[in-house]
């Protein structure tokens, strides 16, 4: 570990909490015409989870349904994340890679943690999203670090893991939320080291 200068987040379902998001996108879809039973309806979203899948879009698509959107305002910081980027802080330059709407940068400052960051690259803003390499190019650009300075911490398989493994950065799944469900066997690269929270990030470096 002793080469990384450099640790780059996801947001969604990594640092911030976005389960209540989760719980009220499926009550409203739930609410439509010939929609399931909501245990019917989870129970999907848990195969199309475990297979690599997207948990709630493909199960939309599956039962004919239309995707609600996403309520931003129900997002939170998972408890841990401050004390994380705190303990980092310092020791390791901080970022952001993550496919985020505009204005990530205020939500940054809303939820207390933009100081801990060096750099902030979000899709809306970069005009470019994972799983595109080239967000993450930018990001280390901006970083002046090349990837073998650098890990990526997220959830994702597809998004997070794959891009950055690829491009020879180190990398951190974090199995929280939907992504968090997925099967490693079947992603074409695989995680450096898996946690099952991001409280776990601290011991790892």
């Not at 902030?120 to 993450?136: H, L, M, T, W, Y």
């Not at 901006?142 to 180190?170: H, T």
Request: proline share 3%; with cysteine; aromatic share 10%.
């Amino acid at each position: 570990m002793k080469n990384i200068k450099w640790i780059f987040f996801d947001l969604g379902s990594t640092l911030i909490d976005e389960e209540d998001c989760i719980e009220y996108r499926v009550a409203e879809t739930l609410k439509q015409s010939g929609a399931p039973s909501k245990e019917e309806f989870y129970k999907q979203m848990e195969y199309f989870a475990s297979v690599n899948m997207l948990s709630y879009k493909d199960t939309v698509k599956k039962f004919g349904l239309e995707n609600v959107r996403w309520v931003k305002e129900l997002e939170k910081l998972y408890p841990e994340s401050q004390e994380v980027l705190q303990a980092l802080h310092g020791r390791y330059k901080l970022g952001i890679i993550a496919n985020q709407s505009a204005g990530t940068e205020e939500r940054l400052v809303q939820f207390g943690i933009r100081d801990y960051l060096d750099v902030v690259v979000a899709s809306a803003e970069a005009g470019v999203a994972k799983p595109d390499k080239r967000i993450f190019e930018l990001a280390l650009s901006q970083a002046g670090c090349s990837a073998s300075e650098a890990c990526m911490v997220g959830d994702r398989l597809d998004n997070d893991i794959a891009p950055a493994a690829e491009m020879g950065m180190y990398t951190v799944w974090v199995r929280q939320s939907w992504f968090g469900r997925g099967n490693v066997d079947l992603a074409p690269f695989k995680p450096n080291v898996t946690v099952d929270s991001i409280s776990e990030v601290t011991e790892i470096f």
